[in-house]
């Protein structure tokens, strides 16, 4: 039983996958369809503008943004509201740039595949050293 307190109200609430309480929920979904039908009665707008208009927060709406649940709706915006956190470009959703992500990943996959490579040499390295030795009894015999 995963029990998390609501980052919006702070209560205990029973995690099922979700972020929120169950009316915390509910309440973003509404705020959430303001903000949309909002937007599709008023192109060309900015964030600040909507915020003003509807009550929703700035955070809020830029959430809804960065999660993609306003994808469809972010061609209604006069500017985009997002930056990329690594190099600044705007963005539609995430928090990353599709050029920055590319770049991470193949930077990962790479660091990746080093150490796989330097955990194979080690393993040889450590075979070598870890012979079995037995001992001749018999040439030990003979020598006498």
């Known amino acids: 039983m995963d029990v998390r307190n609501c980052p919006r109200c702070g209560n205990i609430f029973l995690f099922h996958g ?4 169950e009316s915390c929920r509910g309440i973003e979904d509404k705020e959430y369809e303001i903000v949309k ?3 599709q009665a008023n ?3 900015t964030v600040e503008i909507v915020a003003d208009k509807t009550g929703v ?3 809020q709406i830029l959430y809804f943004i960065r999660s993609g649940r306003l994808s469809e709706e972010i061609k209604y915006f006069s500017e985009l509201p997002l930056y990329c956190e690594r190099c600044e470009k ?4 995430g928090k990353l740039c599709k050029e920055c ?3 991470l990943t193949q930077s990962f996959l790479k660091t990746q595949a080093k150490l ?3 955990r194979k040499q080690e393993e040889k390295i450590d075979r070598k050293g870890a012979r079995v030795h037995f001992l001749d009894k018999s040439r030990d015999v003979d020598k006498k």
Do not use: H, M, Y
């Open 37 to 39: 039908a909002f937007l």
């Open 116 to 118: 796989r490579e330097d």
């Open 57 to 59: 927060s700035r955070q």
């Open 90 to 93: 705007p963005i539609t959703q």
């Open 43 to 45: 192109p060309g707008t």
């Open 18 to 21: 979700f972020r929120l309480c």
């Open 101 to 103: 992500q590319n770049e």
